[in-house]
């Protein structure tokens, strides 16, 4: 009882039609004063005013429903409409409105073929109803339906296919929205991985080579544990610029991060890294790719030397990092999440990456050098 009494109160407040809809479905109820044109000239019974009274107590929910209505429901509340009409036919022409609105419910109607054929449905039956009247009245019965029944029907439908596409297009925006930011948050998280793991992994090394030289060359130990601060400000400042998308230094950077790195791991270096015009979408990819396969060399593959290579091929940007670690087949590659960043932000900007383990390990990437500005390591 008490839901019963619940869902009363909520269909009384409202409101009785959908939000979107706006206010002018309430203007058209104004529609329902054709049926009293006929009182101007002949006064009502008691009785056939009792009928006009019931019979728009009854069509105004009707009305209200068919907004909410959807598949069979529309049909329904469209063929109610018409009976509502064929009944008041053979005394009051005003009959046609309940035409004309079961005409305009063909709005809840998804498929336009079909919505067509139900407001050509519509004006059967009133030309069928019509029959009912004779002389003037049938002129004035029909003259509104056949004047208006079609126009109203077709804009109603057109407007609600046009609310329809318009709620699609918002819900289109809001999905590219949501993956828009995973896509930032992805990004974000590979970064950091990137940038955390090379600047923390030269400081451990560091603070290594620090704590060895503490009691054999204070002044060493001192530079070193200069470069860690140094380090460790570079870290944060890149994590910053990670957040935000945005590296002023880009390859550069991180090349020279590189060479530090390795010397400070007793790695020798081989570098032929030729200046190439790059986009900055492809610099960055570059970078951090190039500060992930330093950071395993360092960490993981016990080399004793690495080579980094960059060179143009028929407009391909070009990355080769080899060392002569301790890979020597493909089960050797551990693919964690350092490989798996970089290989998902290259295929992003249209490139490729490629692995080999042979006498070590070598990383190609491939990448488009769209033309932006010079890079110099």
């Known amino acids: 009882m008490n839901k019963i009494k619940q869902g009363i109160e909520k269909l009384w407040a409202g409101p009785w039609v959908p939000p979107e809809h706006g206010k002018m479905p309430y203007f058209w109820l104004l529609s329902l004063a054709y049926m009293g044109w006929k009182y101007a000239y002949v006064a009502p019974g008691a009785l056939e005013l009792a009928m006009l009274v019931l019979t728009l107590a009854l ?68 030309l069928l109803a019509s029959l009912q009247a004779s002389g003037n009245m049938r002129f004035l019965f029909l003259m509104p339906i056949l004047t208006a029944g079609l126009p109203v029907g077709v804009g109603a439908v057109m407007d609600a296919r046009l609310r329809r596409s318009r709620q699609e297009l918002l819900r289109k925006q809001e999905e590219v929205e949501h993956m828009a930011t995973i896509a930032e948050r992805e990004r974000i998280s590979r970064d950091l991985h990137d940038l955390l793991g090379h600047s923390l992994s030269l400081i451990a090394l560091k603070a290594e080579l620090a704590r060895k030289l503490v009691h054999r060359d204070a002044d060493a130990c001192a530079r070193e544990v200069g470069d860690i601060e140094a380090s460790a400000r570079q870290a944060l400042a890149e994590v910053r610029a990670a957040v935000t998308g945005y590296r002023e230094k880009g390859l550069a950077s991180a090349l020279a991060s590189a060479r530090a790195s390795l010397a400070a791991a007793e790695v020798a270096l081989e570098e032929n890294v030729e200046r190439i015009p790059l986009a900055p979408a492809a610099e960055n990819v570059l970078a951090l790719a190039l500060r992930e396969a330093v950071t395993n060399v360092v960490r993981h593959a016990g080399a004793r030397r690495c080579s980094v290579s960059l060179e143009l091929e028929h ?55 769209a033309v932006s500005s010079g890079m110099n390591p």
């Open 59 to 126: 069509f105004v929910p009707l009305y209200l429903a068919s907004f909410r209505a959807r598949g069979w429901q529309v049909h329904a509340c469209m063929l109610a409409g018409c009976l509502f009409g064929a009944a008041w036919v053979r005394w009051n022409p005003g009959a046609a409105t309940f035409f004309i609105f079961a005409c305009a419910m063909a709005a809840g109607i998804t498929k336009m073929k079909h919505a067509m054929l139900a407001i050509a449905a519509v004006i059967a039956l009133a």
């Open 315 to 369: 407009g391909v940007a070009v990355l080769r990092i080899a060392d002569d670690g301790q890979a020597r087949s493909a089960a050797d590659i551990r693919h964690g999440n350092g490989l798996c960043g970089m290989r998902e932000r290259v295929q992003s900007v249209g490139g490729k990456l490629a692995l080999r383990a042979r006498a070590g390990l070598e990383l190609e990437l491939r990448v488009p050098a």
